[in-house]
């Protein structure tokens, strides 16, 4: 699997989206963007960024901003002060990296100590 695609399988594993980790990263760099700027900039359609900011605005990660010229004016989105937002930028980032390759179940078990309940005997 590419790189793009093994951040897609990610985020949508984590994120419930696939598209979320690069609309994160992509606003996290404007700073505030309405959602056809950020489908521009990533390469995502303009629905599926939508979508992502939807669900980042219920979850309080960002914020729309006041309309400048009525209801017919863009619409920007920010990212919301405060530690969320930094803890999903990270997340993203890990996502995307393929050197953040996780070890597999079994030895993040074994290392923490942890014991599952579920963890068949060898």
Known sequence: MDRLGETRRRSAALFGN????????????EGAATAQVLAAKTGIS????R???IRLTAGG????????????SPLYYQPAPGDLWA???KAARAIGNPSSESPGHDVA???????PSRRQPK
């Open 87 to 89: 803890a999903l930028v």
């Open 51 to 53: 979508d992502a900011l």
């Open 18 to 29: 696939e598209k979320t980790a690069e609309t994160v990263l992509a606003l996290d760099e």
């Open 109 to 115: 078990l074994r290392d923490t100590g942890a014991s």
């Open 61 to 72: 990660a960002i914020r729309q901003l006041p309309r400048a010229g009525g209801s017919r």
């Open 46 to 49: 303009y629905s599926l960024v």
